[in-house]
C-alpha cells in the first residue's frame, strides 16, 4: 500500500479571525476619520466660495462676508460651526478665520483633531 504525504495549504482559522479582527479595527477607524474628513472639505469648499465671490467683487463689508458664509453653512446643514467663523477687516482687506475641534472617538482613547485656516481676500 502506498501512502502519500500531502501537505497542508490555505490558512487556518486562526489566522482568518486575526485577519477579520485587524480588517474590523482598520473599518472601525476609518468610519471615525471619514466624518471629519468631510466636514473639512466642506469648510474649505464654503472659503472657496467667499473667496471668487470676493474677486468678482459681489462682496465689500464685514457683514455681508459673515452673511455669504452663515448662508452656505445653513445650506451645508453646518450651523453649529457659526460661531467659528471670525470675519475682520484690516485696512483693505479682509481677514476670513475658522479654528475648530473635533473629538476622535477611538477604541483606546479619545483624541482632539483640531482644524484651522485662515485667508486673506484682497
Known sequence: MKT??????????????????????????????LPQYIEA?????????????????????????????????????????KDNFKVMQDGEEYRIKVSYERELNLIYEKKPVRYEKTVILR
Request: aromatic letters at 4%; a negative charge.
Open 4 to 33: 502519500s504525504l500531502t501537505t497542508q495549504r490555505g490558512a487556518s482559522s486562526l489566522i482568518l479571525i486575526i485577519i477579520l479582527a485587524l480588517l474590523g479595527a482598520g473599518v472601525y477607524i476609518g468610519l471615525q476619520y
Open 41 to 81: 472639505g466642506t469648510v474649505d469648499s464654503i472659503l472657496g466660495s467667499v473667496e471668487k465671490a470676493y474677486n468678482k467683487s459681489t462682496v465689500n463689508s464685514v457683514e455681508s462676508i459673515q452673511g455669504m458664509i452663515d448662508k452656505q453653512l445653513n445650506m451645508n446643514q453646518m450651523n453649529d460651526l
